[in-house]
């Protein structure tokens, strides 16, 4: 019998075995460990709660239902249960850092019902490659292909058409496996040159002659001749291709290859006749090499998605769509909205008839559509909003032109009665039927979407005049309020506005409580259908007085239901965004502009009448002109006679002069290090961040955000922050080698001065923190919290969806903002305030001060320092207290021992066990309250400061100060 003694020293024993043979584990190792689990455990044991154990809670993969987590617990179970012998026989595994990539192969007999299809008895073989991204244990994210139109075929849904749907046999061809660097380069120049530009030429040189290609969506391409014809057959199908390499894992003598291709079918490809449709797909493939040759290859492809692109017939055209242009943007004001509506949003544009043949800018009408509806709402008569307001007896669709949006603007200008101008009508909808153009931690920065990113993004792409005094917002209804509230909060904009039938004054929300309650007698129940009055409430109290602490709706109403009196604290909000409210609080904003136009119908259903007669009446009493008609008609009768009337006067108020010459010169000198400049010339072609940066060599620019209220940088090399530069407003550049730099162009009608900035070569008056947060990042909302920790000083901003971000610090009266050995925390915050990544501090360097930026990388998951530090104390000098911040990368027991200038110990702390973190806010820093072991005051004069933790010691000077 064994002792109970022998037992535990043999359990102990065995355990410190684990423990060590667990802490010689890789990184790679641990991370493959975790991955096999998902397939053996999950797949082939059927065990769903495996899920939970290895996959965060924000996962998110590329192949629904499997892209989120409960979404891989769900498709598990109908595969299982459909499946009953479900295998999967992980064939390979390359793994590189966090990311780990398989080739496998899934096989099983349907024998119930799977995803709508009939149980079938049939066997299936579905070959496959996944890469899967795993922090801390977890998997955040998987990217995978695998056969799936082969197991249609295999199934009986699709006809087959090949005889084997596996990988097949190993090609025998061995050799030098070389480095993994070396191989992801010729992984890229093989993706590059041969498959984007259609390069056979280099085949030979990048390819093993006896080269074997594993294609299960495409198999019998045996040979180096076969491959060149495929190759070529597959450009002759397809035009403008792109290949982008998204990721590459490496390992030993292979490369896993994420890449995204997009391109336009031209030409018959694979029996399939072309129907001129764009396709975007991803392929994952391996490469093998040998001898610096790619002598095998395994590729997955989503074949059913290609032939469902290829084989949709395109929609017929919309002959309202006649002249106009569709086109998108991507707004960072709208990302991580807790709505969840799209960042990406669509616009039409109407451009002028001399557009293409001429190189003129033209001036720029901003048009917003109204409540419940896109951006299509003046351009299409069978756009349903119109069926649905006269379903619900709210009024006959308005008059629309014979000749379309675009005609009627044409028509307009062979008249003479308006220039030619652009014209955009934006897409401001969101999942509360309205966003009133409106910032709001709920619905998203609908204002600065416009104002900001929508209005850059013209000035950038089209040949705009990028000039407040050439642009100019109007709407109707909703959008008749949204762009005249735009207009008085953003002269320096806009510098002219027509609203049509808009609600004008805040009273109107007052006005229709009643109705609300009357349509709500068993409780505020959320928007419905049936419920017109009561939608708009919500929509405007997610613009208006969105609060997060509130579900399920997340709004506050201005009125104490069920009772129809004012709720004060909540009105004050709807009060904030009152067009006559935001007037009489600046008045000189409202006068700035070059044009205010308004009207409304006598009989408006909703009151704009009453509500624009309000505001007009306020603009009389300020004395600030304005052009205000009412006429004969209903909310939305004689919309398009309106309009031209509007364009009319808005034409009349934009400039549209901009020709000028342009041969003028001027040179600016530019000291080294930081200097305030403005645009000395309007330039043939405006400048953006980065061009502004290349033709000053310069390493940031910054402006300040007046949307924002807060500074904005850019940093030379990076995409992200890539503003509009624009005349008459200071930008600070910091030039390291500084130099004479001549601009051309016109003269502007107000022409900036330019101001040099002194050299400082210790400190900056303004600073750039930038870099990237690399992970699973596209479907989620990050913020960058940066903080210099010697003064305090903070600032924000958004990741955009390749990770990027900047963050400024500027003070324009020049004092210092950083200095050499200053320490700055990064912290990267998720939509609901956790830390994602981070706090990380970095040590501002002299070079740092020379470049005015410092670069850095973060990593999503990783909370934990990369490395010890202490760092400098705050205040410092001090009197009588002090606070000495610090960062452990490991546990350790921490002590800080504090000497005088003689050497000599005046007070040791010992601090005990402290986990691994940072230690940086008054909270969490070592407090010194000047007083040494006995509780005497320490005296005037330098001091040393000793922090131990584990192998780790660092020391540190500090001054106190009587």
Same mark, same amino acid.
């Given at each position: ?269 694979? /029996?399939? $006749?072309?129907?001129?449709? @764009? ?9 093998? #090499? *040998?001898? =610096? +040759? !790619? ?99 709210? /009024?006959? $669709?308005?008059?629309?032109? @014979? ?9 307009? #200008? *062979?008249? =003479? +009665? !308006? ?101 709500? $007698? ?441």
């Amino acid at each position: 019998m064994v002792s109970k003694k022998h037992f535990v020293l043999t359990l102990l024993i065995s355990l410190l075995f684990i423990a060590i043979t667990i802490a010689q584990l890789t990184q790679e190792e641990i991370n493959i460990a975790v991955r096999m689990r998902a397939y053996d455990e999950g797949w082939n044991q059927g065990n769903i709660d495996v899920v939970d154990e290895i996959y965060s809670d924000d996962f998110a993969g590329n192949m629904p239902p499997f892209d989120t987590k409960e979404g891989i617990k769900m498709g598990l179970a109908a595969y299982i249960s459909a499946i009953p012998d479900v295998h999967v026989e992980v064939e390979d595994v390359i793994a590189e850092g966090e990311y780990v990539a398989l080739r496998y192969t899934f096989t099983g007999t349907q024998e119930g019902e799977l995803m709508g299809i009939p149980p079938t008895g049939n066997f299936a073989c579905t070959p496959g490659i996944s890469i899967a991204q795993i922090v801390d244990g977890k998997i955040v994210a998987v990217w995978e292909n695998n056969e799936m139109m082969g197991m249609m075929e295999q199934l009986g849904v699709f006809p087959a058409t090949k005889e084997t749907y596996t990988w097949g046999d190993p090609s025998p061809i061995t050799g030098d496996p070389g480095d993994p660097e070396t191989n992801k380069a010729i992984s890229r120049k093989a993706i590059n040159q041969v498959w984007m530009h259609g390069n056979t030429g280099v085949v030979d040189e990048l390819y093993h002659p006896d080269h074997l290609r594993h294609d299960p969506a495409s198999p019998g391409i045996d040979s180096a001749e076969a491959f060149k014809v495929m190759i070529e057959g597959f450009h002759a199908a397809f035009s403008d291709l792109e290949f982008v390499v998204d990721k590459q894992v490496a390992a030993g003598d292979k490369v896993v290859n994420y890449t995204l291709l997009s391109g336009k079918q031209v030409a018959d490809y694979g /029996g399939i $006749p072309s129907l001129g449709n @764009e396709v975007s797909t991803v392929i994952i493939s391996i490469h093998r #090499i *040998a001898d =610096g +040759k !790619i002598a095998e290859s395994w590729v997955a492809r989503d074949m059913l998605g290609v032939v469902e692109q290829l084989t949709t017939p395109p929609p017929p055209p919309d002959p309202n769509m006649e002249g106009m242009i569709a086109d998108s943007i991507y707004s960072p004001s709208l990302e991580g909205n807790l709505l969840g509506d799209p960042a990406e949003r669509d616009m039409i544009i109407y451009l002028p008839p001399s557009y293409e043949t001429s190189n003129k800018r033209y001036p720029v009408v901003y048009l917003l559509h109204g409540y419940g509806d896109t951006e299509k709402q003046y351009i299409s008569k069978g756009d349903p909003v119109w069926d649905i307001i006269e379903a619900i007896g709210l /009024g006959e $669709p308005p008059d629309f032109p @014979e000749n379309g949006f675009a005609g009627m603007m044409d028509e307009l #200008i *062979a008249q =003479g +009665k !308006i220039s030619e101008m652009i014209v955009v009508t934006p897409n401001a909808d969101n999942a509360y039927g309205g966003s009133l153009y409106n910032n709001s931690e709920l619905t998203g920065n609908y204002e600065d979407y416009i104002v900001q990113d929508l209005v850059n993004y013209m000035d950038s792409n089209y040949r705009t005049i990028p000039d407040r005094n050439s642009r100019a917002i109007a709407g109707q209804s909703a959008g008749g309020y949204g762009c005249m509230k735009l207009a008085l909060r953003y002269p320096d904009v806009f510098g002219a506005v027509a609203s049509l039938s808009g609600i004008l004054h805040g009273q109107f929300f007052a006005d229709l409580i009643p109705a609300v309650v009357a349509e709500n $007698p068993d409780g505020m129940t959320g928007p419905s259908e049936e419920k017109v009055y009561t939608n708009i409430f919500y929509a405007a109290s997610a613009a208006f007085a969105p609060n997060l602490d509130n579900p399920p709706f997340y709004v506050d109403m201005p009125f104490l239901y069920p009772s129809t009196d004012i709720n004060e604290e909540v009105w004050n909000k709807y009060l904030e965004a009152d067009v006559v409210s935001i007037m009489l609080n600046n008045p000189d904003k409202a006068a700035s502009l070059n044009g205010i136009y308004m009207d409304a119908g006598d009989i408006d259903e909703y009151g704009a009448h009453i509500y624009t007669k309000n505001f007009h009446e306020a603009l009389n009493a300020a004395g600030i002109d304005h052009e205000y008609e009412e006429f004969a008609g209903g909310h939305r009768n004689r919309l398009f006679e309106r309009m031209r009337i509007a364009f009319a006067y808005l034409s009349g108020h934009l400039a549209t002069d901009v020709s000028g010459d342009t041969s003028n010169v001027f040179f600016t000198t530019l000291n080294p290090g930081l200097n305030m400049i403005s645009l000395p010339l309007q330039p043939t072609t405006p400048y953006n961040a980065m061009t502004f940066a290349e033709t000053l060599s310069a390493t940031v620019v910054i402006r300040y955000d007046e949307v924002k209220k807060k500074f904005v940088g850019y940093t030379a090399g990076l995409l992200h922050n890539n503003f509009l530069i624009e005349g008459g407003k200071g930008y600070i550049v910091n030039v390291p080698e500084g130099g004479t730099y001549a601009f051309t162009g016109a003269a502007w009608t107000n022409e900036p001065p330019v101001n040099a900035a002194p050299t400082m070569p210790h400190e900056a008056w303004a600073f750039v923190i930038s870099g990237n947060v690399k992970g699973n990042k596209l479907a989620y909302s990050y913020t960058v919290v940066t903080r210099n920790l010697r003064t305090g000083e903070m600032a924000t901003d958004a990741v955009d969806y390749n990770g990027y971000f900047t963050t400024a610090y500027a003070d324009l009266s020049r004092n210092p903002v950083v200095r050499s050995g200053d320490f700055v925390e990064i912290t990267v915050m998720g939509s609901n305030g956790s830390i994602v990544s981070g706090p990380q501090v970095h040590e501002i360097t002299p070079e740092s001060i020379r470049d005015a930026v410092v670069k850095i990388n973060m990593k999503l998951g990783q909370i934990i320092p990369d490395r010890s530090l202490l760092l400098q104390n705050y205040p410092n000098p001090f009197n009588p207290e002090t606070w000495i911040p610090y960062q452990l990368n490991e546990n350790a027991h921490v002590s800080l021992n504090i000497y005088n200038s003689s050497g000599k110990l005046v007070r040791s702390m010992d601090l005990g066990l402290k986990n691994a973190g940072i230690y940086t806010d008054r909270s969490k820093a070592i407090y010194w309250n000047g007083k040494n072991q006995t509780g005497e005051e320490a005296a005037s004069g330098i001091y040393f400061y000793c922090l131990k933790a584990g192998d780790f010691t660092s020391i540190r000077k500090m001054t106190v100060k009587k």
